[in-house]
């Protein structure tokens, strides 16, 4: 967390940057070196969102694995424009496909959760459909990821899912495994 000002200030001047990545998925440390965008949060990490010299495409950098970080002299080089609050404004989390057109999820919760989800909405396009003593029914408009999956799946019994169908399959193949 160390380079939060490093970062700020390549974003806000519009320096290239290189630094060294490690990644869990095979346990290797990568170099690279990116055109910095903007900062996200999200469950209390920090991501930079930076678009890679030798890749297309916006790329997403959780800070707590990156090291030797250096602020190059080169002006940052950006081939696309991004409107970050944009691009994640159907977005659960810090992955946006934004191949697809986001779905229409409907969720019911017991009521007891529902009060929790009311005073604290999943998403901002959150809107209630029932409110009983029954449920607490939502109606969501985002991209099926996989971190708007985990966060389905912590809610365990006290949530249904209704639509779409294929969030639900997706669901209890995963608790099935």
Not at 6 to 34: A, C, P, R
Not at 101 to 120: A, H, R, V, W
Not at 138 to 150: G, N, P, Q, S, V
Request: hydrophobic fraction near 40%; proline fraction near 3%.
């Amino acid at each position: 967390m160390g380079f939060l000002f490093g970062l700020i200030h390549s974003i806000k001047n519009q320096f290239q940057i290189s630094f060294n990545y490690y990644k869990f998925e095979d346990d290797e440390i990568y170099e690279h070196t990116v055109n910095p965008i903007a900062l996200k949060e999200f469950k209390h990490r920090w991501y930079l969102l930076a678009t890679d010299i030798t890749e297309e495409g916006l790329r997403t950098f959780a800070l707590d694995r990156l090291s030797e970080l250096e602020i190059t002299k080169k002006k940052a080089i950006y081939t696309n424009e991004y409107n970050i609050e944009e691009y994640f404004r159907n977005c659960f989390g810090i992955f946006s496909p934004n191949s697809d057109k986001p779905d229409e999820i409907i969720l019911s919760f017991n009521p007891y959760q529902g009060k929790y989800i009311k005073t604290f909405p999943l998403h901002h396009s959150q809107e209630v459909i029932a409110d009983n003593d029954n449920e607490f029914r939502i109606r969501l408009k985002l991209y099926l990821t996989f971190d708007l999956l985990m966060e389905l799946l912590s809610y365990g019994e006290t949530l249904t899912v209704i639509a779409p169908i294929k969030l639900k399959e997706e669901m209890k193949n995963v608790l099935a495994n």
